[in-house]
């Protein structure tokens, strides 16, 4: 298996811009999280989607968040209009069954925003 | 609310030594606790995971025990390698039919040749 996808690895954008990260999950898993991980505060869950919907938003940080599933392999996080403060590794995870099972990371996203 | 302590923070040892991390959890509901590894520039794998059904589970040099009375569990790697030096994550899943795990802070290990 392919593990957790996740593309761009690196992101450099300025201050302003829009940004999109992409997830696939693990073929069969029906639960996806995305976490965003910093020094000063560690893993945070920003959202979780179950069958493809949004079942628990309250982590992500602002309305310039959003976040979709349009089908069970994909996901996008998008961050409108991007601020240095939103520098940070983006985590996507999924699991065979959100509410029991365990959670698969991807290899994340470096965000910097200039 | 719920929370997981993780000690210690950073944490040396000699290669061919025992590193023990420790966590405490404050759900009792708590039923699920994986264990984490995340090397530089990679997201976090699991390592090995126990069931709060189960006392103690062990994966080659990996173990880790669980101690429901008093609410934590540790991670043991005997025999460390310096490719064991890692951040190690904690979490705790507080209840069945829930989705969100609890993270520890995160240990360092620097494993020393």
């Known amino acids: 298996d392919a593990g957790v996808i996740q593309s761009p690895r690196h992101e450099v954008t300025e201050m302003g811009q829009e940004v999109t990260l992409r997830c696939k999950p693990i073929?069969?898993?029906?639960?996806l999280f995305w976490y965003r991980q910093t020094m000063m505060r560690g893993l945070e869950l920003l959202i979780y989607?179950?069958?493809?919907?949004?079942?628990?938003d309250s982590g992500m940080p602002e309305d310039r968040f959003s976040a979709k599933m349009p089908n069970a392999s994909f996901s996008t996080l998008k961050i409108q209009p991007s601020e240095p403060r939103d520098s940070a590794v983006y985590f996507c995870?999924?699991?065979?069954?959100?509410?029991?099972?365990?959670?698969?990371f991807g290899p994340g996203t470096r965000l910097t925003v200039l | 609310g719920e929370n997981v302590e993780q000690h210690p923070s950073t944490l040396s040892v000699q290669e061919g030594d025992s590193a023990v991390i420790k966590c405490t959890y404050s759900?009792?509901?708590?039923?699920?606790f994986p264990w984490y590894k995340q090397e530089l520039g990679k997201g976090p794998q699991l390592i090995i995971d126990?069931?709060?059904?189960?006392g103690e589970k062990k994966d080659q040099r990996i173990a880790v025990t669980l101690n429901k009375t008093a609410k934590h569990f540790s991670l043991h790697i005997t025999e460390t390698q310096p490719e064991d030096s890692a951040v190690y994550f904690c979490?705790?899943?507080?209840?069945?039919?829930?989705?969100?795990?609890?993270f520890g802070t995160g240990t360092r290990l620097k494993v020393l040749a």
């Open positions: 995870a999924s699991s065979a069954d959100g509410s029991t099972d365990t959670q698969y």
């Open positions: 073929s069969g898993h029906n639960s």
């Open positions: 989607f179950n069958n493809n919907v949004p079942i628990d």
């Open positions: 759900d009792s509901a708590s039923n699920y």
């Open positions: 126990i069931r709060s059904n189960v």
């Open positions: 979490a705790a899943k507080p209840s069945s039919g829930t989705y969100k795990y609890i």
